[in-house]
């Protein structure tokens, strides 16, 4: 399927484009949910490419909301980390899985395996048939965070928010299934602020210093 970076900054170009000329159009970070899920299913419609069916004849399109991660996490404290399946909470309990915010489904993983293994929902499934997929399940994840439209400060804990969504990306394109296949191709992580300020300025500088140590790119935009 052609879905490329460039189809990436594309539909980032446009998103962040529209807030840029109209911050105030987004009120909650769902809205730009939303509104990146629109973009993104507008270009897979130009490429015909929007609709598959599952081996099991079940059709789906590729872009989804809240998709589930291939690993459980500890993200107590506002750390990240991957979690094995013997791990346990302080409390003796499984740890729970991540949810990506929007992620571009990979159609020839669609076309050869069953809806529930597709749609990740059932982890248990899902582990059953992860050492057999021979292919890369996803072409795109894509964490998003919002910083509503706040007079006087920031959000609380918000740098450990962004570094906690930039390490779920980043063990996400580390993660391997099959045979040394990649989960995902390519992984973004967003921040919008609807403040300016010289308090969003060091927060840029903070978010630019913590992708470079991580050898990764975070992309940020405040009016």
Known sequence: MSWSKSDIENVLDELEADFKNIPHKFFTEHDIHSHLHKLVEAELEKQGKRLVRSVDGQTTNLVHLEYPTPFRCDMSKHGFRVASDKDRTPRGRFYRRGHYDLVVLNPDFVRS???VIVSGKNYEKFCSARDSINVTPLLWVCEILFGAHVEDDLPRNWMKFVEQDSKKVIETLNYKVGKGIDFARCGSVLVFLGIASEKTVKLEEEIREF?????????????
Do not use: A, T, W
Request: proline fraction near 6%; hydrophobic fraction near 25%; charged fraction near 20%.
């Open 211 to 223: 992708g470079s140590s991580q050898g990764f790119k975070i992309r940020f935009h405040s009016p």
């Open 113 to 115: 395996h069953d809806l």
